[in-house]
């Protein structure tokens, strides 16, 4: 049966994630929904990236079997999903193709403001603390010398290792925000977020940069910091 690569962007505010759940409202439930008012047929998808409630993406893609026959029909698919979610693209695929096992790295950016701006405040975190930038850079740029990021994960997950090669890492100011970005091969559940709560530590000096070299070296999540909001979170590339 043919294999379709669907890729998506989404404004994740008004959901309770990527993948789909009972008795909540996902990005995976619409899409899925949307397929099957324009071809009058259910669908399963299988999704590349988790991101969860409030988290955005710039990219991020569905493969799905099917034996109708798929065009590119993203007018059509747009026109029936809600404005906060739109498809870019669908285009068949190798039958043994996952968009999720294939994906070689993901790109994540954390946004972070900190002059009130109502424009901001669902795509961005207000952090109005003064932040020292580049000690900041030196915490992120330690991160590319360890592979062991159970520090960062959230507790009881299914992952089968903690092992994550971080490619780049880096703190930068654009357009009056302050921007995380971290590429890494694999990310494991609420890592983006607990890294860059646990570096605004380091800004703010409530803790030293060898005290954050030691986190990560602890691989004990009850040392890190998990209070970074989900909506400054944006899933940006998903690169095959």
């Not at 009130?116 to 669902?122: A, V």
């Not at 507790?155 to 357009?175: E, G, H």
Request: charged share 20%; with cysteine; aromatic share 14%.
């Amino acid at each position: 049966m043919p294999r379709y690569l669907l890729e998506v962007a989404y404004k994740g505010t008004n959901y309770a994630g990527f993948q789909i759940q009972q008795n909540a409202n996902t990005i995976q439930a619409e899409v899925e929904k949307a397929l099957s008012i324009y071809y009058k047929e259910k669908f399963e998808l299988t999704g590349s990236s988790r991101t969860d409630a409030g988290v955005h993406a710039l990219q991020n893609f569905f493969h799905f079997n099917t034996s109708i026959l798929i065009s590119n029909q993203v007018y059509h698919l747009n026109a029936i999903l809600p404005l906060d979610i739109v498809v870019k693209n669908i285009s068949q695929i190798s039958d043994d193709f996952h968009c999720r096992f294939k994906a070689t790295s993901r790109l994540y950016e954390y946004h972070i403001y900190q002059s009130k701006n109502p424009f901001l405040k669902e795509v961005a975190y207000f952090y109005p603390y003064n932040l020292d930038v580049q000690k900041m850079n030196k915490a992120a740029e330690l991160l590319l010398h360890n592979n062991d990021f159970t520090s960062f994960s959230k507790k009881n997950t299914q992952a089968f290792t903690n092992n994550c090669s971080i490619i780049s890492s880096q703190w930068y100011l654009l357009n009056d925000q302050l921007i995380y970005r971290v590429q890494a091969n694999r990310f494991l559940r609420g890592m983006v977020k607990s890294l860059v709560a646990t570096m605004l530590q380091v800004g703010t000096k409530k803790i030293s940069l060898e005290a954050f070299n030691q986190i990560i070296l602890s691989k004990n999540p009850n040392k890190a910091n998990f209070s970074a909001p989900s909506h400054g979170l944006f899933l940006v590339e998903v690169k095959y």
